[in-house]
């Protein structure tokens, strides 16, 4: 009598295996922005602004000046090179000017010198005519030798004197730039630490900025998975706040040593958040994927029987069932990878496989 089996025949499809962790959403980039000098943090203003542009033609700045200057608070978005703090610097400004005029000075002397030391080198050239054709003494041509070297040297010390206006002049403007405190990078402020009326201080700081146009998941990778995981090997990320949605990352650094107290290695993943969704401080579930294979046989977990020579099941060959040893792989869920034994497009028996044996006759329900 036939036994009546349900049946399908063997697919091909993509089966993987995942590893599943917990992590900490991280920022890419978190700093911390001290004072290059202490004092008292002010309202920026217009002539603040000034003051920049002022420094920055004179090559004290580097970066281009803002626009526009403004105070800043927690939560707001600032460029790199943004003005964000401003330290009182009446007195330095007062250093910068009195810097100036004595460059000023300088520089008076130093022209007078050279015109001096000109003219005093036409009349050494009329005298040594005349001292060659005997019109005058050599007393006379050695007293306006002696004078000349005189004035050369007076030269040179105003033009030490300039050099050393212009090195004043350059470390004042320095000093007031400093006063002028800019966003090492774009990002967003995350804390602010001191207020308008605070005393600023070079060992504490006064903002902290993060960079999440992308974030890090940080996550311990157990010993037995290091193997298996490598650079570049993608991950599914998921957040509580978004239930049901999944981001995409990469794996983007391997710690080379373990922790010796729970034998881990702490794993890195980029993902792209272009819309700051992911917040550093989230808690996170990873999903690696460690081994994924396409366009092999893949059968439900069920249909596989067992006994003490191993896995087996039965195909349906001219209405007879026939028993197939078979080889187990990748197991995902309740579907799982036949290595050996099973062909794509036979005749799988799917229900019914406990009631027959090798030879049996069978009879597939439609």
């Not at 990352?249 to 969704?277: C, F, Q, Y």
């Not at 990748?330 to 036949?338: A, D, F, K, S, T």
């Amino acid at each position: 009598t036939a036994v009546i089996v349900r049946a399908a025949p063997v697919e091909k499809g993509t089966i993987r295996r995942d590893i599943s962790l917990t992590g900490d959403v991280e920022a890419m980039i978190s700093v911390q922005v001290f004072p290059k000098c202490p004092g008292r943090l002010i309202s920026p203003t217009e002539r603040d602004l000034q003051t920049i542009r002022d420094l920055h033609a004179e090559g004290a700045i580097s970066s281009q000046p803002p626009d526009r200057i403004e105070d800043v608070e927690e939560s707001d978005s600032v460029k790199k090179g943004q003005i964000i703090a401003v330290i009182d610097h009446e007195n330095l400004e007062a250093q910068v000017n009195q810097a100036k005029a004595a460059l000023t000075t300088a520089n008076a002397q130093l022209k007078q010198a050279e015109v001096a030391r000109a003219q005093t080198e036409k009349d050494l050239q009329r005298l040594r005519n005349l001292y060659e054709e005997g019109a005058t003494s050599k007393q006379s041509l050695d007293k306006i030798e002696t004078e000349c070297q005189s004035l050369v040297q007076q030269e040179n010390v105003a033009k030490a004197r300039v050099e050393q206006s212009q090195a004043g002049l350059n470390q004042a403007q320095i000093q007031l730039s400093e006063c002028f405190i800019s966003a090492p990078i774009s990002g967003i402020i995350s804390e602010k630490y001191l207020e308008r009326g605070d005393m600023a201080m070079v060992t504490r700081p006064i903002f902290a900025i993060i960079d999440v146009d992308k974030v890090k998941v940080t996550a311990d990778l157990s010993e037995r998975y290091l193997g298996q995981v490598a650079k570049g090997a993608g991950a599914s990320i998921k957040v509580d706040t978004f239930a049901g949605r999944s981001f995409r990352g990469t794996v983007t650094r391997i710690s080379p040593t373990l922790n010796v107290i729970n034998r881990t290695a702490k794993l890195e993943i980029t993902v792209d958040n272009p819309n700051h969704d992911l917040k550093p401080g989230m808690f996170a579930r990873v999903t690696l994927n460690v081994v994924k294979r396409e366009g092999v046989p893949i059968v439900l977990e069920a249909v596989v029987l067992r006994d003490q020579s191993g896995e087996y099941v039965f195909v349906v060959e001219e209405d007879i069932a026939r028993r197939r040893e078979v080889k187990l792989g990748l197991q995902e869920g309740p579907r799982v990878e036949i290595l050996d034994g099973l062909q794509p497009g036979e005749v799988l028996i799917v229900s019914g496989q406990q009631k027959v044996a090798e030879g049996q006759r069978v009879q597939i329900l439609k």
